[in-house]
């Protein structure tokens, strides 16, 4: 088995690169390293030489999807991996990549060490962020390893908590899915990720530092500001089809609150002209939910406290609540005289944090936020002064481990 390793490499991995290219020489498996300079990436002449190593010309391309896509295509292996030019592999990280592979792996990712060029000081993500650590030997110092968080639903959701390197794809799963986007300019990874879950292709994380991944001044914050912002892009893009996955995979239930009785499947509708009194006691078992879709719906029900409470009870641990409610901020929220209960960001501080919550004894319930916004759904609502507040929440239930701010 052949894996193909890639790299982009621009001027800020030049100092780094020869590094790269002897954790390389120390893999037991055979490999290729197909190489693309750009925007001043020097490729050492000692590495050139070795047959392995494949340098492609530039022909130009600007955007990291783009490179990535080329470096990874032109690979010949049945592994394509990803190095980046200023990072270290384990000394058998290649083989114990093939080896997932060869057991039915689609998509192998590992766990992973930053540390800080020059003073070698780890870079530990918190643990109030649902981060663990452990720690790891390398070059004879004492640093820290990060556990990759589960490739589930909930964790990619966002950049932060999808798979970092090691990354490695099986060259037929990767064409499958349609490799790198192209297109895209950072996030490029992560929406490659998405797509590799959404696909049901089969992720396997291989619970061992087989990546070592150095932070340095010639890298920019800036660079990673822009992937956070592009990052909500893919957000917005995924958060429905990634909700309904962790229903059918978990064979949980999809529930479309207050839609009519318009039918959408996997959806099923709950709303009054079906008989459905959701004032009451929801007609729903505990925990029997996956995802909660309430597109103008909980405005209609008269108790909120109740209708957070009953979303949470029925909500499986780490099931979706998904909603888009008329603001107070603007006239939607009173414009409509079915409106019987008035939302706001504010409005959601109450089920999703213990400083809020302890004022109301009645709530029972306990969410994450995954995601808090006021936007406008279309020019129509903007033009009449009618923004809606987007709440996407997750049930904190014992069997879900959070990734992200949890407050409650």
């Known amino acids: 088995m052949l894996t193909s390793v890639f790299t982009p490499l621009s001027a800020s991995g030049n100092a780094f690169v020869g590094e790269a290219y002897e954790s390389l020489t120390r893999q037991s498996v055979p490999w290729e390293w197909v190489l693309l300079p750009n925007n001043g990436g020097k490729v050492p002449d000692d590495v050139a030489r070795d047959k392995r190593v494949r340098v492609l010309t530039h022909y130009g391309e600007s955007g990291i999807g783009m490179l990535k896509a080329r470096t990874a295509r032109a690979g010949r292996g049945d592994v394509l991996l990803e190095l980046d030019h200023d990072d270290v592999l384990r000394d058998d990280a290649l083989l114990r990549v093939a080896e997932a592979i060869e057991g039915g792996a689609d998509f192998v990712y590992s766990d992973f060490c930053q540390f800080l060029e020059g003073s070698m000081k780890p870079k530990i993500f918190g643990s109030q962020y649902g981060w663990r650590s452990y720690g790891v030997k390398f070059r004879g110092r004492e640093l820290v390893a990060m556990t990759a968080p589960e490739a589930t639903a909930q964790a990619l959701r966002k950049i932060e908590w999808s798979p970092n390197h090691v990354r490695a794809w099986k060259r037929e799963a990767y064409e499958e899915v349609g490799g790198h986007d192209p297109l895209l300019e950072v996030a490029d990874d992560h929406d490659l990720v998405l797509r590799t879950f959404l696909a049901k292709k089969r992720m396997v994380h291989v619970p061992e530092c087989l990546y070592f991944y150095r932070v340095h001044p010639a890298?920019?914050?800036?660079?990673?500001?822009?992937?956070?912002?592009?990052?909500?892009?893919?957000?917005?893009?995924?958060?429905?089809?990634?909700?309904?996955?962790?229903?059918?995979?978990?064979?949980?239930?999809?529930?479309?609150?207050?839609?009519?009785?318009?039918?959408?499947?996997?959806?099923?509708?709950?709303?009054?002209?079906?008989?459905?009194?959701?004032?009451?006691?929801?007609?729903?078992?505990?925990?029997?939910?996956?995802?909660?879709?309430?597109?103008?719906a909980?405005?209609?029900?008269?108790?909120?406290?109740?209708?957070?409470?009953e979303a949470y009870r029925v909500l499986a641990p780490g099931g979706f609540f998904l909603s888009a409610t008329p603001s107070t901020d603007g006239r939607g929220a009173f414009q409509d005289p079915t409106h019987v209960s008035f939302w706001n960001e504010n409005s959601f501080f109450y089920y999703t944090d213990r400083r809020f919550a302890r004022f109301v004894p009645r709530i029972t319930c306990r969410f994450q936020v995954s995601s808090l916004s006021t936007f406008f759904p279309s020019k129509w609502h903007e033009e009449h002064h009618a923004p809606y507040v987007g709440a996407h929440l997750i049930a904190l239930k014992d069997g879900y481990h959070p990734m992200g701010e949890v407050h409650i």
Not at 233 to 262: K, N, P
Request: glycine content about 4%.
């Open 219 to 296: 890298q920019t914050t800036a660079d990673a500001t822009n992937a956070q912002k592009k990052d909500w892009r893919l957000y917005e893009r995924y958060i429905d089809r990634l909700a309904l996955r962790f229903a059918e995979e978990s064979r949980l239930r999809a529930v479309d609150l207050c839609a009519g009785d318009t039918r959408e499947p996997p959806y099923e509708p709950f709303d009054i002209a079906l008989g459905h009194d959701l004032d009451r006691p929801w007609p729903m078992a505990d925990s029997s939910v996956g995802v909660i879709r309430a597109t103008d």
């Open 298 to 309: 909980i405005e209609h029900l008269k108790d909120p406290v109740h209708t957070m409470n």
